[in-house]
């Protein structure tokens, strides 16, 4: 994992001034040799635009760094990719302290797995009032679910997705579970197994649990598809590119998993995560077959590329036999999300109102977007089968994410909240904050509302 771009001194660092348009000529403290140079740069304020000033010397002695509009506090993150190595300091910050800390942190992310990247970084002395503990907790979370999702398939399986559970798990006394192969038939998750079966790494379903018996039942489930490749209803290569990425929902949840157990939150706490590679072989689950599920409705697979839900379908069954307070799922499930709201935006579906309007909230505070979408029971019938008692797939392909999300909701019925976000779990094109690769959605959100539910602090 990359070092979080943090300077471990409390000294001096070199001042950055944030300035959105036209800020710069009123400026109070920055004097009249710098307001010049920042004009014969044609600096004013653009966004994301740096600018090195020098003192007489020609030694650095100040950023200037153009946060336009000053409506996104992350875009701090621009500063520790660019800047020399160093160390910095927010000189004063208009933007929101906490958020201009964390969007630099994240900034600082890069993938040196496989490529080494020589160059030093830029470190920031962290501002006093900020709750730093927070900040480190939630990027190291960001990390940690952006190299699970870069790490291509060939490394990452679901046996290796299973060692990174137990990893974390070692590190919180946690507990893991492991239901594998042919034991997920005799234990009753038929769908993990037939979606599984192809690949020469054995399916299975990872159960993890931490913390009190008595706190507040919180249980997270990840779809983990370490590769999908369609199976049978194989994608077109372009489709197929990026699935490496599948198994972001699960890359999420454990993300989220760590940032709950690192704060020590008073609950009970589960993570499921079903992981699979979704392959072709001779015992290929197929277009048509008629599957059993842990809840004991007969599911007619409509296409093998939808998968996803299949391996939910069992797990999200499992997590709702024990009644939690809360259940949560994230996945990477369907391409019509992406459709309907585009990458950065990932749609949630509940019925808990109360529950959806606490997410929309923190969502925003965060800066961690997340959309409504409905759970529309007239739809159910696009769902329905002549056959089985289910299609785990629409006729006709409209409102994909949608149906997709009733197919789930099949397998919910006692959680008292449910909540499901159909996330991308990539960033197509770098922002100030991401470089382009796997990234966490809604994690930081989620926490937010978990903490103002049950911290008793
Ligand atoms: N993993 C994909 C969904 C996906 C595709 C997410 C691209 C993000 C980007 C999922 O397993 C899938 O293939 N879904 C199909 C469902 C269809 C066959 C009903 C889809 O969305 O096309
Ligand atoms: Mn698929
Ligand atoms: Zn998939």
Redesign the pocket.
Known sequence: MTELAVSKSRGNGIPIYCLEPGQLARHKVLNQTCKTWAKANQFNGQAEKILMVPDGKGQLSSVLFGIGEGDEPLITGALASRLPKGNYKFADNPMNPELSTLGWMLGSYRFANYKKNSSGIAELILPGSIDKASLLRQAEATFLARDLINIPANDLGPTQIEQAIRKMARAFKAKVAVVKGDDLIKKNFPMIHAVGRASVDAPRLIDLKWGNAKHPKVTLVGKG?SF?T?GL?I?PGS?MA??K??MGGAANTIALAQMIMAANLPVRLRLLVPTVE?SIAGNAFRPSDILPSRKGISVEI??T????RLILGDALTLGDEEKPEMMIDMA???????VALGPDLPPFYTDDDALSDEISKHAEACHDPLWRMPLWPPYQKMLRSKVADVNH??TG?FA?SIT?ALFLSRFVEKAQSWVHLDI???VPAAKPWAPVGGEAQGIRALYSVLEKRYSTD
Not at 305 to 308: C, K, L, R, S, V
Not at 332 to 338: I, P
């Open positions: 598809v999908d369609g209803n994608k489709s990026l699935m990425k599948d979704n409509g296409n590329d939808a998968e996803g990477t499930l369907t391409g019509a999300a992406r797939i629409s392909g994909g997709a991308f779990g990539w």
